[in-house]
C-alpha cells in the first residue's frame, strides 16, 4: 500500500495533466512487478527534471570603487543587481591527436581543448615510408600539452623509396602536471559553477 501511495504522488507531481495514469484502480490493475519498474522510472525522471531546472545564475553589481562585478551570487550587502539566468549545460574537453600532409612532411598534432596542462603519451603501433627511428622499448613519448594549445608532437619525412607514407597509433592523456605543486596559503572556493558535476582529482 505505501508503494501505491509513492506512486500516486510521484506521478501527480512529475504528471499533473494526466491524472487518469494514477489512479488506485488503474494501478491495481498492472502486473506484480509493474509498479517496482514505474517506480524506478519516476524516479529517474524527478531527478533529471531537478537537474535541468536548477541553473547557473549571474549577479552583475557595482563594487565600492565603481567597477562592475560579475558572480555567481549576490552580494551580502543588498546591492541592486542584474540577474540573468544561464544555461547549465556544458560540452566536456578533450584531447584530440591528427596527422597533417604538409609536402613530404607528415605531422602530429594534439590539440588540449581543456583549461589545464595535459600530460599525453603516444604510441606508435605501426609506420612504414617515413623517416623515424627505432625507438627505445623503454622511454615512452610523452609531451606535457599547455592548456588551450595545438602542439606538433613530431614531423616525420617521407621515404625515397616511393612507398606511400603510413603510421598507426594510439595514445592516452590525463589532465594536469604530475610536476606541480598545490600549496595554497588559505581556503578558496573551488571554482566552478553551481549546479554542475566536475570530476576533482587530488594526487597526494
Known amino acids: 500500500m505505501a508503494l501505491m501511495t509513492i506512486l500516486l504522488l510521484f506521478g501527480i507531481l512529475l504528471f499533473p495533466d494526466h491524472p487518469e495514469l494514477f489512479t488506485t484502480e488503474h494501478l491495481m490493475k498492472l502486473p506484480l512487478e509493474w509498479p517496482l519498474i514505474v517506480l524506478a522510472l519516476l524516479v529517474l525522471l524527478a531527478i533529471g527534471s531537478v537537474n535541468t531546472a536548477v541553473g547557473q545564475e549571474l549577479y552583475k553589481y557595482r563594487g565600492a570603487d565603481g567597477e562592475w ?3 555567481d551570487r549576490p552580494p551580502e550587502d543588498g546591492e541592486t543587481v542584474e ?5 547549465s549545460h556544458r560540452v566536456m574537453p578533450e584531447v584530440t591527436v591528427t596527422h597533417q600532409v604538409v609536402g613530404r612532411v607528415v605531422r ?3 590539440n588540449n ?3 589545464v596542462p595535459v600530460e599525453l603519451v ?3 603501433r605501426e609506420i612504414s615510408g617515413l623517416e623515424y627511428p627505432d625507438p627505445d622499448p623503454d622511454q615512452e613519448l610523452r609531451w606535457m600539452l599547455p592548456p588551450r594549445s595545438d602542439t606538433t608532437l613530431v614531423s616525420l619525412n617521407s621515404l625515397e623509396n616511393g612507398d606511400a607514407p603510413f603510421i598507426q597509433f594510439q595514445f592516452t592523456y590525463l589532465p594536469g602536471d604530475p610536476e606541480a605543486e598545490h600549496r595554497p596559503t588559505e581556503p578558496y572556493r573551488v571554482p566552478f559553477a ?11
Open 194 to 204: 553551481i549546479a554542475n558535476d566536475y570530476r576533482v582529482m587530488v594526487v597526494v
Open 83 to 87: 540577474k540573468r539566468e544561464l544555461e
Open 69 to 71: 562585478i560579475y558572480a
Open 122 to 124: 603516444l604510441d606508435i
Open 113 to 115: 581543448q581543456f583549461y
Open 108 to 110: 602530429l598534432k594534439a
